[in-house]
């Protein structure tokens, strides 16, 4: 099984696209790509946007190499309607686009559905359900809170499991915080797990105290699991500069358990690059008339 993280927040954007191959074929979760309106008060960079681009050409390339491509939930950061034609003549997996749903990822899936029209060779949705291709085993769990309630929608969250190893992918539960989120990532015994992380970056603004402490706690059991050997941790958490301080105590589970904890940069061998975490440094060392 070969795991590709094709762009990040580690690496300069709002991601988490990511593409697995096994002998059987190659899946794209969740191709987007995209910045933060404002941070600190400030638009996105000229860097970040030239490093979105270079994301969404990657993940581009990375559609037209893949059989599968799965939309975990409608946020413009895990999925794009504007080039649909990536989704031609694909089998393409989808969080349900009206079942729990809030509103707004209710409007932007049906949207994008018709922009999909025909051009996918089949459409399913995923919500719960298991997909198996050769020997390779797609699996959903039901919907779960984007974050702590249902607010800002549901998300699915999926396991890919080949040959014996499975590799997770939690989607947006903003942490895990919440038991259901963290059962799922539990049953699925996973050897690499790539999560989401909580929001440490709004503590005590949209994320509560109470919700990053129990997305520790649900991190320790995780990272306790006997299969587990790497988790990664990017997206939400890395929009923090000081994310490695404030989840310190996992790295010394990490330790203690001998697993890797890392972000998707350091997966993936590259540097990592908090770009929307440094706009205010960027503006300030590269400015914009």
Known sequence: MRIELIAADSMGTRSMATCIETPDLRVLIDPGVA???????????????QKMQE??????????????????????????????????????????????????????????????????????????????????ELVFSPPVFHGTNPRLGYVTQVAVRHGGRCFLFSSDVEGPGVADQA????????????????????????????SFESALENLKKILRLN??????IDHHLLRDVEWRRKIGVLFD???????????????????????????????????VD
């Open 35 to 49: 910045l933060a309106p404002k941070r600190y008060g400030l638009p996105p960079h000229p860097l970040e946007l």
């Open 183 to 210: 059962e799922f990532i539990i049953q699925t015994m996973p050897e690499i797990a790539y999560i989401d992380g909580p929001m440490s970056y709004m503590l005590g603004y949209r994320y509560s105290r109470a």
């Open 227 to 232: 299969e587990l050997k790497t988790l990664i």
């Open 253 to 287: 589970v990490a330790s203690e358990s001998d697993k890797k904890l890392v972000c998707a940069a350091e997966f993936a061998d590259k540097s990592e690059n908090l770009l929307e975490a440094k706009r205010k440094e960027l503006y300030e060392r590269y400015p």
């Open 55 to 136: 994301g969404w050409d990657k993940i581009k390339a990375a559609a037209s190499r893949s059989d599968v491509l799965v939309v975990t939930h409608y946020h413009y950061d895990h999925h794009s309607p504007e080039e649909p034609w990536i989704y031609e003549d694909k089998v393409v997996l989808l969080k349900h686009p009206s079942e729990r749903i809030n509103r707004s990822q209710k409007e932007r899936a049906s949207r994008f559905l018709e922009k999909l029209g025909e051009l996918p060779e089949k459409i399913e949705y995923c919500d719960g359900r298991r997909f198996e291709f050769g020997g390779t």
